[in-house]
Nanobody, 124 residues
Framework: QVQLVESGGGLVQAGGSLRLSCAASGRVLSTQWMAWFRQAPGKERELVAAINWSNRITYGVDSVKGRFTISRVNAKNTVYLQMNSLKPEDTAVYYC?????????????????WGQGTQVTVSS
């Protein structure tokens, strides 16, 4: 089993920045890939970015490229999402996910473990 605990969400004005953190504990072998997904009201959960132990990165949503950066510290089993130049359309619940080998890195159903989610609200 793996436990994922997210932190760092909140309310920010457009153009501002936030840094999300997700700390994993438990079966480390199941966290080879860690990812951030987001889900806005009435919309499907979508991949923001995923990263593996070797820092291989897959980005999902085109609109975040150049503004969001995913990183991880393996020694801490923690993944981060640095979000800059935030826009109102980035408002969503952001979820951390983990899996040993997700079949589809951009598919939520490919990940076995999920955090509780953290709300990010960007005001205009």
């Amino acid at each position: 089993q793996v436990q994922l605990v997210e932190s760092g969400g909140g309310l920010v004005q457009a153009g501002g920045s936030l840094r999300l953190s997700c700390a994993a504990s438990g079966r480390v072998l199941s966290t080879q890939w860690m990812a951030w997904f987001r889900q806005a009201p009435g919309k499907e959960r979508e991949l923001v970015a995923a990263i593996n132990w070797s820092n291989r990165i897959t980005y999902g949503v085109d609109s975040v490229k150049g503004r969001f950066t995913i990183s991880r510290v393996n020694a801490k089993n923690t993944v981060y999402l640095q979000m800059n130049s935030l826009k109102p359309e980035d408002t969503a619940v952001y979820y951390c996910a983990a899996d040993a080998n997700p079949r589809g890195r951009d598919v939520a159903g490919s990940y076995d473990y999920w955090g509780q989610g953290t709300q990010v609200t960007v005001s205009s």
